[in-house]
């Protein structure tokens, strides 16, 4: 009879595990855009040697998180005014579509968007900036989601990690914005709830390009 596996059988593969902890941190920020991190202190901190520490860092550089450095390490990419340019571009384009075709809105999306924007205000309360980011995103791929388009659905997933080191960025360097876009949330979900479909374009037309106004220096 074979032994019972350990935990450490049952760990992801070491590559896995140092991609997850980096990607993490990145995202979170943690790793700042500008930090140059080492082969070496990554293979400290997750407890691997270097060659799946290397495998991971090629898999984050051709996610555009990363620029990796020969014999020096790799560098944490800084989110662009381009980057933040063409991710809200595509997101009007999806969510205006997908917003106009959520009306009328079943109750299982009005009531899963309610919880939402509940566990955003709890989140906020508490400061945790990276689960507020977390529940931002989820609200919004919620509607998305509810228009059955899969194709949609899977180009909007695409720009899933870019907007939460977005979001997340964005909170940290505008803690009173937070409670705004709860706002705006809120206006969303009450115009879905009384099937307004203009008004809810609206006003996600408002919400998504606030962050691009930002980008251009603009903070209205």
Known sequence: MSPAPTVQDRQPPAAERVYAHVKEAVLQRRYEGGTLLTEGDLAEAVGV??????????????????????????????VSAQEIADVVETRLLVEKHAV?????????????????????RRQAAEGDLAAVSLSDRAFHAEIVRSGGNRILSGLYEQLRDRQL????????????????????????????????????????????????????????
Request: aromatic residues 2%; glycine residues 6%; hydrophobic residues 45%.
């Open 49 to 78: 040697s270097r060659t799946p520490v290397r495998e991971a860092l090629l898999r984050l550089e051709g996610e555009g998180l990363l620029k990796l450095y020969p014999k020096k390490g790799a560098l944490v990419l800084a």
């Open 165 to 220: 080191r977005m979001g997340v960025a964005v909170m940290h360097a505008h803690p009173d914005r937070i409670a705004k876009n709860i706002a705006e949330h809120t206006e969303i979900l009450e115009a879905l709830r009384s099937g307004d479909a203009a008004a809810a374009t609206a006003v996600v037309d408002r919400h998504i390009s606030w962050v691009r106004n930002l980008a251009r220096g603009e903070t209205r």
């Open 100 to 120: 106009g075709k959520a009306v009328p809105a079943p109750p299982a999306l009005l009531h899963r968007l309610e919880e939402l924007v509940d566990a955003m």
